[in-house]
């Protein structure tokens, strides 16, 4: 565990961190009460880190290779063109969850460059998820790039939002 309370700033950034991963963790419960398809920028992660990094460029080399893994992989669930099954948020029958969009409309760019690499690698923990893991079959350099693919299907405040959330996890785990 890194010590939060080294600095005041540290101890600020966490609060906000542990603020927005709530709104965001509540934002991804599949409510079949509504049927919004629009996700909107969780308000919680405005806080401001002054040393926020710039966005750092895409590489296109390996946003086209992890375009060809999408599609190799991925894309019989969340799409070819990236935007989930229809009714996403909607459960299936027996309970489980449905694969969500991986463009503006989902949730995955509310999560850190880390988190997704896990998800994907191991599959999530939940228990609700019928997603397989494929660390057996993609390396985790594959896998970054099949993210580097899906930054570059956001839009500019999807990509910094996303960015915020890395920076700030790396800065945790490095402390
Ligand atoms: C057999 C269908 C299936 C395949 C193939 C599949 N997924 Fe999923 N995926 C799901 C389902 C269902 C969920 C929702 C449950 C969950 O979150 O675990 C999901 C959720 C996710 C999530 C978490 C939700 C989010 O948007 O943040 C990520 C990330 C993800 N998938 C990435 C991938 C990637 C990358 C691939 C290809 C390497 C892939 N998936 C292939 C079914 C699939």
Not at 14 to 42: F, G, H, K, N, W
Not at 59 to 69: L, N, T
Not at 94 to 115: A, E, I, M, V
């Amino acid at each position: 565990m890194p010590d939060l309370r080294s600095t005041t700033v540290a101890t600020t950034i966490a609060v906000a961190i542990a603020l927005a991963l709530a709104m965001i963790l509540s934002a991804c419960a599949p409510s079949p009460a509504t049927d919004s398809t629009q996700a909107t920028i969780p308000s919680a992660v405005a806080f401001t880190a002054d040393e926020l990094p710039p966005i750092p460029q895409l590489d296109i080399d390996r946003v086209e290779q992890g375009q060809i893994i999408y599609g190799q992989y991925c894309s019989s669930c969340h799409g070819a063109d990236l935007t989930g099954e229809p009714n996403w948020k909607v459960r299936n029958d027996d309970g489980s969850l449905r694969p969500p969009p991986h463009d503006n409309s989902g949730h995955t760019w509310h999560h850190s460059d880390q988190l997704l690499l896990s998800i994907t690698r191991d599959s999530s923990d939940l228990a609700e998820s019928r997603m397989p893991p494929f660390g057996d079959s993609l390396s985790d350099d594959e896998i970054m790039s099949i993210l580097e693919f899906l930054k570059s299907v956001w839009g500019p405040e999807e990509r910094e939002f996303q960015w915020r959330v890395t920076w700030s996890e790396q800065q945790r785990t490095d402390s």
